[in-house]
């Protein structure tokens, strides 16, 4: 994609200031953690080599549509559940049944069928941003669908080819930034981009396939990091043994 990652602000926040990055996760222990993950977690060499090679947007409407309806799935639950409830969801668009007999928030359920009924006017929008070259354009776009939100914004432009990393609470953590009291976005995106943007430099790996690496390691429970964004330690001993990420995912059928 041609536009750039969006530029990082300074470290010094008002009264909130982002601890260094080297000081949480240093480049020797990102590749530590990279090649850990490649060689013992079954979901690592799938995501970072999406994550690596994810550099255009969709080439149809149909698949942008299931990348927007994967976002509005994933916001506020994890991946292994946002796959089971996927299934139910493209069941019910491929059989013609209304999405909440699939997804019972109805909210939700109403700006699924809108992301599958209006997909063609929502890839115009996105190659309008995209022909932009401008970040900002594109992530700005992303937080107009509804149910797009601060935080799934930058999924969502990340997944359409942006080199951005999610300010989710993984990844502020592992960049200094505690759960409580919750921080804008405006300050979580920045310091997360702090985190990768050393890393990507030091490595050549992109910004989106670290953010991509740190996330699953800490999800998984290899890198430990508390609520309150304490040490971070890499301990794989101490992994977790939730099942792969990706379990269950559907394909897209066009009816």
């Known amino acids: 994609m041609a536009n750039q990652p969006i530029a990082t602000s300074s470290a010094r926040k008002g009264s909130f200031t982002v ?89 939700k359920a109403a700006a699924i069928e809108r992301a599958w009924r209006e997909r063609e006017q929502d890839f115009e929008g996105m190659q309008r941003a995209i022909a932009a070259e401008s970040a900002e354009a594109l992530v700005d776009w992303c937080g107009s669908i509804p149910f797009i939100g601060d935080d799934t914004q930058f999924q969502l432009a990340k997944n359409l080819g942006g080199d951005f990393s999610k300010p ?15 921080r804008a976005v405006k300050y979580r995106f920045p310091a997360c981009m702090a985190l990768c943007r050393p890393l990507a430099e030091a490595t050549g790996d992109r910004i989106a396939m670290i953010d991509s ?36 995912a559907p394909s897209v059928r066009v009816a």
């Open 19 to 107: 601890p260094d990055p080297a000081s949480r996760v240093s480049a020797g222990m990102y590749t530590e953690v990279r090649a850990w993950l490649l060689a013992h977690d079954p979901d690592a060499q799938r995501l970072l080599d999406w994550s690596a090679a994810t550099e255009t947007a969709p080439a149809t409407s149909e698949k942008l549509a299931s990348e927007v309806i994967w976002i509005i799935l994933c916001a506020g639950r994890s991946a292994q559940a946002a796959r089971t409830i996927e299934r139910k969801v493209w069941d019910a668009i491929n059989d013609g049944r209304p999405v909440v007999e699939a997804f019972g928030y109805r909210a």
């Open 213 to 248: 690496a740190l996330w699953l390691a800490a999800a998984k429970g290899v890198l430990i990091v508390d609520a309150n964004a304490g040490p971070v330690l890499f301990d794989p001993e101490k992994r977790s043994k939730e099942r792969s990420i990706f379990d269950a």
């Open 168 to 182: 989710d609470r993984w990844v502020c953590r592992l960049a200094g930034i505690p759960d409580k009291p919750r």
